[in-house]
């Protein structure tokens, strides 16, 4: 890694060296906190996790080469370069905040509260046409997945394009502090950690803290639907570019032919000119990530058959809206993840699919003290979508299971909407039969915490 001597890590960290001098002008190969990731040459960073200590593997990485080890504390008896520090996951900032300012490619920043993912693909889908993209890997958006990102960009990349997800108030500034974003995407703003966050306002408070360390020639790129982000009419100085359905977007999409769970084909506009294309992901929202990618792409110069080419090459990653066709279901995972604006988004592409339709629902984390609220307009929602079944699993979801009883009274539909304390319960209940009949779309979405994977491998192997 160009320019990371350990002289230069432990300045950046300000931690205390101890080991060779002759070793101090050495450049690291690469850093990592994954003692199975570690290689010769390697700095290994020893943190502190709820399950596992890397401080109890220094001298297993050692023995593997490992050139150097930050941590708090060295082991008695183990001999090597140390960088020895008060915080090892503040040293990971600080040096990934180093390496950054070394970097000379474009950086670009992308988050909201849904489709932060989804747009990461389609963005880095489309500029792969033309460049060498570094792109975050899974879910590694938050601070210690964007500093372990930023440290993974070697001099054959050219541009890298990072997720950056947050709950909390700061701490997007500490993101954008190590990113430094020369582009800055804003997916929407929506219903999520408002436990912490508070309101909407607070959301978008929170998720514009990535402007503070935005390259001051930086462009920021808006989803123009979103009420709330169409109002950010100038960001240091420059005017915010925009995408979305509307024509009023500097980049927008029509004549839109639904494909059912397949996808959309449309024309997209781009104010130069415009081009037909197919997304193969459903739902509206996934167009506007292809417009968001379309934006991007033109910012950095891809023509309209690149930009096609890119949009139609993205495919689905697990978890999110991923179509998995079985013996006897069509699945659809989404259980990455789910807040209010999210699920919405999820029983309006069930509802684009084919035969009977059921949902099973999760509850959504961190909304606060109008949590109950929510999960009732989801469950009224998902009887108003008139899909054939609606099942309701986990503790908040009983208060989506009220909301989809109450909307079914109300409009005397034929949706049949049933709860489950547990997903353990619900899987009993798959056992004996008849709950989800064979030939039918599951829609299978909840927070992460609630382990809905499990659900989709359970309905996999029925």
Do not use: W
Not at 214 to 226: K, R
């Amino acid at each position: 890694m160009k320019h990371m001597t350990l002289e230069h890590i432990a300045q950046a960290c300000g931690g205390l060296f101890r080991g060779a001098d002759e070793e101090r002008e050495r450049e690291v190969a690469g850093i990592v906190l994954d003692s199975r990731r570690v290689e010769s040459g390697f700095c290994f960073i020893a943190t502190r996790g709820e399950r596992v200590d890397g401080h109890d593997f220094i001298g297993q990485v050692l023995q593997k080469g490992a050139l150097c080890v930050i941590c708090e504390r060295v082991p008695e008896g183990v001999s090597g370069n140390f960088i020895i520090v008060k915080d090892s996951l503040q040293a990971l900032q600080d040096v990934a905040a180093y390496y950054r300012k070394t970097l000379q490619i474009p950086v670009i920043g992308i988050t909201g509260s849904v489709g932060k993912t989804s747009t990461k693909e389609f963005i880095a889908g489309v500029l792969s046409r033309k460049f060498r993209v570094l792109r975050t890997e899974g879910n590694y958006n938050n601070e210690i997945g964007v500093p372990l990102t930023l440290l993974q960009i070697r001099p054959e990349h050219e541009i890298a394009v990072v997720e950056m997800g947050i709950n909390h108030f700061g701490e997007m500034r500490r993101l954008s502090r190590m990113a430094r974003p020369d582009v800055c995407v804003l997916t929407n703003i929506g219903e999520c950690h408002l436990e912490f966050l508070g309101s909407r306002e607070g959301v978008l408070r929170a998720k514009s803290e990535i402007f503070e360390y935005m390259q001051e020639y930086g462009m920021v790129y808006l989803n123009g639907d979103d009420d709330m982000l169409r109002n950010i009419e100038r960001v240091k100085n420059r005017r915010p570019v925009t995408f979305g359905m509307k024509r009023r977007n500097d980049y927008y999409a029509d004549e839109v032919v639904p494909h059912g769970l397949s996808g959309s084909s449309m024309t997209i506009h781009t104010g130069t000119g415009s081009f037909r294309v197919s997304v193969n992901l459903p739902g509206e929202h996934m167009i506007r990530n292809a417009l968001a990618a379309t934006a991007i792409g033109s910012q950095f110069g891809l023509t309209e058959a690149e930009l096609k080419e890119g949009i139609e090459a993205v495919m689905p990653v697990d978890g999110r809206s991923n179509i998995i066709k079985t013996e006897h279901f069509t699945l659809i995972d989404d259980c990455y993840n789910a807040n209010p604006v999210s699920m919405r988004s999820a029983l309006d592409m069930l509802a684009q699919a084919e035969g009977r339709t059921v949902a099973i629902l999760g509850d959504m984390g961190e909304l606060g003290e109008k949590e109950a609220k929510y999960h009732k307009e989801v469950g009224a929602y998902a009887v108003q979508k008139n899909i054939t079944g609606l099942i309701c699993v986990g503790s908040l979801s009983r208060f989506m299971y009220q909301g989809g009883c109450k909307a079914k009274a109300k409009s005397l539909s034929n949706t049949f909407v049933q709860y489950y304390e547990t997903k353990e319960a619900l899987m009993a209940g798959m056992k004996r039969g008849g709950l989800v009949p064979n030939g039918v779309t599951v829609l299978v979405k909840a927070s992460h915490s609630m382990g809905f994977s499990q659900i989709i491998e359970f309905l996999k192997s029925t």
